[in-house]
Nanobody
Framework: QLPFVESGGGLVQPGGSLRLSCAASISTFYYYSVGWFRQAPGLDYEGVSCITSDGRTYYADSVKGRFTISRDNAKDTMYLQMNDLKPEDTAVYYC?????????????????WGQGTQVTVSS
């Protein structure tokens, strides 16, 4: 189990921006590929973005060009900058370690889900 804590969610109007943070309480954070997932009401979990230990990034088609994933290994933290938010981005967002081989497919979650952070896009 790899403990992560998500933060940064909130209520934003369409077209607005939010920056999510994912803090890991492990010293080997740098070793793992990590990803963002989301779950909208009534729907299954969806892979949003993934970043490997060496910085390769992958995005779902629905967020490409609007979201940017990054990581700061010195702070054991990953980020998701979300711009031009749309109502369909409304969901609880989670971060997790993932298997590097599954990162391009935005899958391969390792361990349990954390508490997540709610993102609501509404006017």
């Amino acid at each position: 189990q790899l403990p992560f804590v998500e933060s940064g969610g909130g209520l934003v109007q369409p077209g607005g921006s939010l920056r999510l943070s994912c803090a890991a309480s492990i010293s080997t954070f740098y070793y793992y590929s990590v990803g963002w997932f989301r779950q909208a009401p009534g729907l299954d979990y969806e892979g949003v973005s993934c970043i490997t230990s060496d910085g390769r990034t992958y995005y779902a088609d629905s967020v490409k060009g609007r979201f940017t994933i990054s990581r700061d290994n010195a702070k054991d933290t990953m980020y998701l900058q979300m711009n031009d938010l749309k109502p369909e981005d409304t969901a609880v967002y989670y971060c997790a370690a993932v298997m590097t081989s599954a990162c391009p497919q935005l899958g391969g979650k390792i361990g349990s889900w954390g508490q997540g952070t709610q993102v609501t896009v509404s006017s």
